[in-house]
């Protein structure tokens, strides 16, 4: 299972988590990424994993 956007192909990021103490220790920033079906010029419908972005995108030049 990947995560990564089926449009804009945004992925995950490795940052670091600091702690008070100034402790750095690596993790990751994932995308926030929504399933939904998505209806091509064909007439067809199709289930994509976007992030929350380019949903707001879509709705928006709709």
């Known amino acids: 299972?990947?995560?990564?956007?089926?449009?804009?192909?945004?992925?995950?990021?490795?940052?670091?988590?600091?702690?008070?103490?100034?402790?750095?220790?690596?993790?990751?920033?994932?995308?926030?990424?929504r399933t939904v079906r998505v209806t091509l010029e064909d007439g067809t419908t199709k289930k994509m994993k976007i992030s929350a972005k380019e949903l707001r995108t879509m709705k928006k030049n709709t």
């Open 1 to 33: 299972m990947s995560r990564v956007c089926e449009i804009s192909g945004k992925g995950p990021m490795a940052g670091n988590n600091v702690s008070h103490a100034n402790n750095k220790t690596k993790r990751k920033f994932l995308p926030n990424l």
